[in-house]
């Protein structure tokens, strides 16, 4: 959907040809790898995941993504250990894991290897982006959170709802994909790549 405006833990349509607007929460999905699975707890898998997403008896869109992968947390882990082992007895080993540190900053800097990402959307229809129609269809748009999130989660998958810097993030890299983001705001990356008039851009 042509999206104008994130707020709210949300993302907001422009005005539909009909009328109104959609208001869509986001999700990121965790995944289970049913491959490594026996047959029989595969099979048990996909029948307690079919059963879960027929609970779910509101629209929703299960979107794909690749995203490259970050892998900071686990380079300061590793320092962290490398500069313990360097002090000690494991001052080979300390060697050891500095050269594989630095292979994996290689490796993303030239490869810039990419991962899958999911994500749920969940719209819903709103008349008017003021008063009672706004707050109950946000209100709708927890509740349905809390379904997914709740139902996903008795899958082993973990689930959490994108906040407004993150909803930027993920339209502005769905439309513009090969876009440097550089060190540019999310904010004024959608103010100047996705909002069509210059009234709405005023309205940021």
Known sequence: MPIEVVQDGAAISRPLQRGGRIVAAVLRVGSQDVTRMSEGERADFLE????????????????????????????????????????????????????????IERVTVQVNPQVPAYFIALPHPVARLLGQPYEKALAELDSRCRTVVHGLATLGIGCVRLGDEEILELVTAFYHPSLPMLHISPEQRLRSLMVGSGDAAEAW
């Open 48 to 103: 307690r995941y079919a059963a879960c997403l027929a609970r779910w008896q509101f629209p929703y869109q299960v979107l794909v993504w690749r995203e490259r992968q970050n892998p900071a947390e686990f380079l300061q882990r590793a320092r962290e250990k490398q500069a313990a082992w360097a002090s000690g007895a494991r001052q080979q080993w300390a060697g050891h894991l500095a050269q594989l540190t630095g292979w």
